[in-house]
Structure formats: C-alpha cells, structure tokens
C-alpha cells in the first residue's frame, strides 16, 4: 500500500523516507531519526565492505562513522563473520548459553587488567545501567556522579531527552563538569555518605562540542575519590572501546576502574554488549538480575572472540592512531591550503573536525555536504571512527576527496 | 589458565561451570543463572535443529523451553537463516537503516490491527521501557500501573529483584492484582489524574506460580478504565506475541491496546524486539529519544519478515495450539494412569504442568529431571513454549517418555 509513495520521489532513498514517515513515527528515531541525519545525507543503507558503505541509491562512500562504532575490522570482516555463521549454524539463541560465554569472558580477563570477570548484554545502556546497579549492589547507596552532558544511553536514568522522563529516574544523579577536578570534588561531597559511583566516559565525547580527552589528573582524581569513599569508579568504555587500548581506555593514565561498560566495537557490528569488573565487586554482580532474551546466544560471542583476535593481532590501537593522525594531517594541511582554519579534536582513531568560529556547524555541515558528494562519509557534530580496514591508499583517497570538498567550500563561502 | 579445572569434571557442562565460576559472577547471570537452573539439568548447549536442542556432552532432548521463547519456528529454520544471511553478507550494521526496517514497519502495521506504526529495539525490555516513556510522554502523567508479580523486564524499574534499585525507581510504580478488576480500579484511583498508562500482560505468566489467563471482563476493563482516564493500555506482548494471536494475543477478547511491546518470537531467535502503536501516540512516540547500537541493523529484521511470513502461512498459532492440546491431553492422561494429579495452566501454547500440593516444585522438579533423562527438555517452574517444529510424532515421542518419567517418578515415591 505504502509502496505507491514510491512513484513520488526522485530517489530510492527519498522513496524509503516517505514510506518511513507513515509506518516510523518521525520517520525513524533514535540517533539514526530522520531529523538528524545531515542535510542531503541518505538515510537507507544496502550494504559494506571494508572501509565503504553503499547507499540504497547505489553510491559508495569511505567510510568514517563506522555504523557509529561497531565496524572496527571493516565491514564485512570474513574470519568474524565465518565465525559467527558456523555457530549459528549449529544454534544462536539456545536454552541455555554456548561454552563461549565462558571462552569469551575467559579471554576479556586476560585482556583487560582490572576485570576479573565479565558479563554478556545487547546494548551499550545494558551495560551502564547494569554497573550502575552493581555499584549500588555493592556499597548500598545511591548516588551516581556524572559529567554533565555525556551520554550514557538512552533510558530514563540517562537519556539526552527529558521527553518521558520523570524527575524520580534522576533523582541519585549528581552532575560535574568534565575534566573539572574541582567541580568533581563538589559533586563527590554532595553525594556524602550516599556515593555509590562515578560514572565517566573514556574521554568527552558528547555531540555539536569539541572532543576532550581526560588530564591525567582527572583520571587519577576519579579513581582517588572513589578510593577515599569506597565507592566505584565505572568506566563508560561503550563508544570508545578496543579503540584507544584493548586494556580500557584509561590503562594510559595507570588508572583502572573497579566497573566498565563496553559495547560498539566489541564483535565488529554483531549485537553485543559486556560489563567487566574487579574482584571486589564480583559478589555485587553476582547478586544483581540483569538479563534478555538474547543475551546468551552464542554468535556475538564468537563474533567478539575472533574480533578481539584480530585486534589484538594487529595491534590496532596503534595502528588506528596511525591512520587516523595521517588523516588529521591531511585534512590539516589541505584546509589551510585553501583558506579555512579547521578544529581537530579527540583522540586521532575518533576524530572530529569543525571550522572555527562554525558555533551553530553551518560550514561543517556544508563541508561534509561537499565531502560526501567526492565519495567520503563524515559527521559534522559526532566524533567519527576510524577501523583496521582504513588503509593508507584509503587515507590518501579521502583526502582527495577532502581537498575537492574544501575547494567547493572555498567557491562558495 | 582456567582450563585445568576440566580435569576435575566428569562431563564437559561441568567443566564449563567451573571455568564460569572464575570469570562470571555466581557462574551464570540473569534467568540462565547457574543457581536457578534445575537440578542435573545441563547449563550449556552446542546446538539445535528443529524441536530437539543438544547439550555440550552429545545429549539431545525434544526442546519445550524453545530458547526461553524466542525459537518459534524450530531451531535453525531455514529460510528465516538463509534470509538473514542474504542481508548480512551485503551488510547488516551500517551507518543507517536498511530498506527492511521499513518493509518490517510496514508488516507489522498489516498484521497488527491496533498498530499504525513501529519502532524496533533489542530487548523485551527496551520495549517495556520504551512503552512505558511513550505513554509518560502521550499524556504528559508518570503513574504507571502494574499487576504485582508481573516481569516485564530486568532494569531497575520493572526488575523482579531490588538488589541494587533505589525506592525512586519505582516511586510511580502502582500494583494491583492480575484478574482482579476492583484491585485494578483501586489502582488507578490511587495513580488518580497522574495516570499514564495500565501496562500489563498477555496472561498471569508469573514464574513458579501457577498460569492465568485474562478474563474478558478484566481485559475490557482494562480498556475501559484507560479511556476514562485518557490514559494509555500497553500490552506487554513480549513473551507470548505471535504464538497465541498474530495480531496480539489480547484480539481474542476484541480489545486493542494502544501501546503494545513485543520480542521474543519476532524473528525466531535473532535479536529483535519492537513498540508498535496507534495513530493517538504517534506523535508522543516521535518525540521520546530511544536507542541502541544495534536497533537498526539489517539481519533480525530480515529475519523477522521472514519469521512473520511463515507464521502467517502456517495459521501457527492455531497450530500451536493444537499441538499443545494434543500434549496436553497425553500428559493429562498417562499422569492420571500412574496415579499423578497434575495441573496444567495456560495457554496450550505456553504450557505449564504443575502437581497437586506440589507447593515448593520438588515432585514437579524430580519429573523433570526424570523427563530429561527420557530426552524430553520442560521446565517445572516456568511457562514451557511450543514451536511449528513440533510435529504429532515429536509430542507423541515427548508423551511416551513423560510416560517412562511418570513411572519412574511412581517408583520413587
């Protein structure tokens, strides 16, 4: 019925939208909602391979978001995906779990230095919500402190949107400014005798702002604090673990968390999430009930083993770290060439790029316009991502593409 | 490391439980937890074909549990694998949807009466969360009322345990009992004009307690007294949608939910769930933000047209039925042969079997143990599923060993 919207519109994208919008309330929601997605940029995906993606209307893009995290190896990745299929093809989703999770959990103790035990989730908000419970399981208070504007997921405790939201589900959140150790002392001190956890993300990450990564300082003052109040320093490793080390993220400032949240790049693109904990509050997760239909299938899980294989086999942080600063000095060195004053920030295998003086992202979101016209896909507001199938030819290719991008910007500004 | 204490262990699950006491906390976590699986029942599975599951030590049994719900069409049906491989060797995480969240949208609106649109997540409970933040948004109020002892989902609003929730989770939660219409109206003049929704189940499938369907009264009621208030009915279809009615199991009673929350059996065991929902709560379903790394991916919803489609074709809810009827009748006579009286609640699709003053389930446990040792898998505690594998031969070879464990389970006491 609704596919007579079809003959309306100009594109294949432009068809799904309008058949979208009377079957998706908004179109379609979440961070992938039709209001969100930039000017011009499709929505509908058919596919990837490697370091590209295709549209529905058949263009191929380099591509920087990675489906917002998940594809680390590449899209397609064979070795995972072969993997995964021999044991669906046995079973998934079975009454009980594979011997995977074991082999799996097994394998992130031995990976990551503070975790002593692991568990299985679908949603990177599975796995922050489900520390947030064991923090509190383990210290028998309440109060969770968080950086004001980061994201956590997307529940009620957290949700960037208050639509919904009653004042109740924040009732034990207390907010600090990121990397502001003062600002956290203060936040610390109004939780008192009821800090159960602070809760920080691996670095600032949150959407339209210049990336930040954590002082050294702050990172050890959130552990010193927990340390001091006997509560629990979480970390939220969601977005940007197995990126920045296979250890957790902080394991470059010495300073481990007694809970951390991971997801996105854990299985390249297979649904999974996992929380990871130390030794003192194994007894705490073991009495929380956390758990879905899903979580015990044993596809993600040899999905994740063989990803984390591979990353551990390519060294990828550094790697990404390579590719991504060959890529932030080329697009440092092609803006200047044709007049524009760019900001890069956030770690070199996430970045984001805006343009000075840009505060409502009008030059941004021109440029990436441009940029996908010469066959790249960047995000104006949203850190990008960088994965093991970005090669320097591929590198090389984007800035090409970049620089056409710039000179189009230049034309017209 | 943790692979020597296989040299303990006389069978393989052993020794996988004994690896999982060293890296998941208590074993095993959520409703697969070590501690809650029956006695001598195996925790872990290789596989499954059909209507049998195997276990990690070459066991296989005929599968009443179905994966917990999810398997509704047989373990490893064909197409519906097939056609998600189709989607996942082009691409399955992306930058954006694929063409099938829309084709998916579109078959649940068709199939669905009270539905105009849908939203897709993972989790039963990212779509019980997902209701419930609709229906707060819709009419702007936050009392939600529930029947006490319900599950409607694992985070720390709805969780069965308090380990590790705070009082203001629940601080706009209202209980009222199952079936009980006054009890219901006390509810929802205690949530007075605060009242945001009614929020309840197919049917009474509270575990260890004896299952119970709605009454028509009670349904309509329910239906009534949201009109009355302006507020909203969320069905809570996650464990029971699709086996009992495919346009939502409370079609049987000629009430329609405004709200409806669904899972499991939505694409045969890939991660699927989804919010469907009237014309009325479109706008409010439009303006909550919900997301997930994983909720736009392209397989499951493959899976899930292809699941629906065979559903369809096969009239399976009535199929279902049938079957559950025909083990039903055979269970009810060869217990009353070997002098059992036995009680058997539900749906016949969603069995229960219980034992007359059988109180704290040991003479149900022992039955099941004995059943598994004759190669049929059933839970003593927890709603059983059928699934469109189920032929009149399986249940006819699942009735004569129940036979052999009744007469073994006479021997005994």
Redesign the interface.
Known sequence: ??KSFALAART?DEA?RL??S?????G?????RAAA?PHRY????????GCR????DGNSYI?F?C?????VLG??NEAV?RAA?GQ????????????H??EL??L???TIPHA????FQ?????AT?AC??????ATGR?KIVVAKGAYHG????C???L????Q??R??IIEFAFNNITSLREAVDRAGSDLAGILVSSFRHDISRTLEMPTPEFAQACRDLCDAADAMLILDD?RAGFRLHLGGSWEVYGVQPDLSAW??AIAN???LAAVT?GESV????????????????GAPMVAAIETIRQLHALDAPEYLRRMGQRLRDGLAERASRHGFEIIQSGPPQMPLVQFAGDDDFAIGEAFCREALRQGI?LHPRHNMFLSTAHGQADIDEALDAADKAFAALARRT
């Open positions: 019925m609704n294949s799904l058949r979208a009377a079957v998706i309330p908004g379609m929601w979440g961070h992938q997605v499709p929505q509908f995906f058919v596919g990837g391979k993606v295709s549209d529905v591509d978001m489906s917002w995290g998940p594809i899209h397609q995906n299929y669906i093809e046995q079973g998934d989703c079975l009454n009980g779990p594979t011997r999770a074991v959990a097994e992130l103790v031995e002593a035990w692991a568990l679908k949603n990177g908000t599975d919500t947030v419970t064991i923090a509190r399981a309440r997307a529940v009620p405790w949700s960037p949107s639509v919904g939201v009653t109740e589900d009732a034990h969601v997801s996105k693109g297979w649904p904990g194994r007894d705490a997760a073991s009495r929380v009930f956390v758990t879905g239909s899903f979580w015990y299938a896909y």
